[in-house]
């Protein structure tokens, strides 16, 4: 057996507390975690629309967001994050907000986890918004792990509420379709999952916050060289597991 390097993976908090204290509770009975990754949109969804930004409201949502992250924190793993669509691109250069993996590839106990915050195809007026065309010109570098706020268009990761209409994006579809990894978003709230797409280990977390916020939470995992994604629905007791083919983490994108 071979060792276990677990990810603990939150979804779109939205500075719903009490969601992310029940999703804390349950990555600390999953044992020893090498790093915890936020998929964004961290702060207090109320606050995050581009046209009705204020001084005011801009320090009231850096402070949700100051919250959410010290939180995490307390779980005494690394905490890693990417800005999702409700999210300023930027954060202030300070200790309360490091942690920010966009446009970046850190090693993470050994896995190199490649970041890509906001959210596209669509422009809703929020504050990070890209097409797909601007997401492949920005592109994602080799890595063993990709931690986007966006989920990969045509899969169960992106279906709305309906349950019809995939709204994910193009880009990171194509790009999963060569990554032998591990894959870890949010953004729609309802299609918390997972699924393999290609060889990847793809997870959803979910939303913590509103709309259709529940708790819940995701991990990835490797394992004897094999990537095991899982969603866990805190309220039904109920986990969802893929796991990919065989990859060599360091290896080929």
């Given amino acids: 057996m071979g060792e276990r390097v677990v990810f603990g993976v939150v979804g779109d908090v939205h500075a719903h507390m009490a969601h992310l204290e029940a999703a804390c509770a349950a990555l600390e009975a999953e044992g020893p975690l090498a790093a915890v990754l936020l998929v964004g949109d961290l702060g207090d969804a109320h606050l995050g629309h581009a046209r009705l ?13 100051a919250r959410v992250l010290e939180r995490a924190r307390a779980l005494g793993a690394s905490v890693r994050y990417v800005p999702g669509n409700h999210d300023l691109p930027t954060l202030p250069d300070e200790p309360r907000f490091a942690g920010n993996l966009d446009g970046r590839v850190e090693s993470l106990a050994g896995v190199r986890v490649a ?3 906001g959210a596209g195809p669509g422009f809703f007026g929020f504050p990070y918004e890209w097409s797909d065309a601007q997401a492949r010109a920005r592109g994602i570098p080799a890595c063993d792990l990709i931690l ?13 509420w309906d349950r019809r209409r995939h709204v994910g994006s193009a880009f990171l579809r194509e790009r ?14 309802e299609s918390g999952g997972v699924e393999l797409v ?25 394992e004897d060289g094999r990537w095991r994604a899982e969603h ?15 990859v060599a983490a360091g290896g080929p994108p």
Avoid: M, Y
């Fill in 53 to 65: 930004r204020t001084p005011r409201k801009d320090a009231l949502w850096l402070e949700s967001v």
């Fill in 115 to 117: 970041g890509f915050g």
């Fill in 148 to 160: 986007a706020h966006a989920p990969p268009r045509g899969t169960s990761l992106d279906l709305l």
């Fill in 176 to 189: 999963l379709e060569s990554h032998a990894g591990a894959f870890a978003c949010g953004h729609i709230h």
């Fill in 198 to 222: 290609g060889r990847a280990a793809c997870v959803n977390a979910g939303g913590l916050g509103a709309p259709r916020g529940a708790p819940q939470v995701g991990l990835l995992a490797l």
């Fill in 232 to 246: 866990l629905d805190l309220a039904l007791g109920a986990r969802r597991v893929v796991v990919g083919p065989p």
